[in-house]
Nanobody
Framework: QVQLVESGGGLVQAGGSLRLSCAASGSVFSTDIMGWSRQAPGKQRGFVAFISSGGSTNYANSVKGRFTISRDDAKNTVYLQMNNLKPDDTAVYYC?????????WGKGTLVTVSS
């Protein structure tokens, strides 16, 4: 099994930055795809970014140019650097690990961006 624990959320003013971390434990492999999704109040969970084992990345249009996903396989950790945050970025951010059609999820970390 895989356990994912997010950290780094908090309250920040618009234009500020935060760095989220997700520590993975259990059966974790460097070939796993790691990603972030978010769920704003009253909305469905949506894709933010993912990173493949080879380092290829993909981002939602709404965060391109502002967010950067990275991974440290030696630490089994994936990061999400979030710059120029906007009030619309307010959400619970969830880390996920994808392997062979199975998705594992963390419990999330809350990011609140004030205007």
């Amino acid at each position: 099994q895989v356990q994912l624990v997010e950290s780094g959320g908090g309250l920040v003013q618009a234009g500020g930055s935060l760095r989220l971390s997700c520590a993975a434990s259990g059966s974790v492999f460097s070939t796993d795809i790691m990603g972030w999704s978010r769920q704003a109040p009253g909305k469905q969970r949506g894709f933010v970014a993912f990173i493949s084992s080879g380092g290829s990345t993909n981002y939602a249009n709404s965060v391109k140019g502002r967010f950067t996903i990275s991974r440290d396989d030696a630490k089994n950790t994936v990061y999400l650097q979030m710059n120029n945050l906007k009030p619309d970025d307010t959400a619970v951010y969830y880390c996920n690990l994808a392997r062979g059609g199975t998705n594992y999820w963390g419990k999330g970390t809350l990011v609140t961006v004030s205007s």
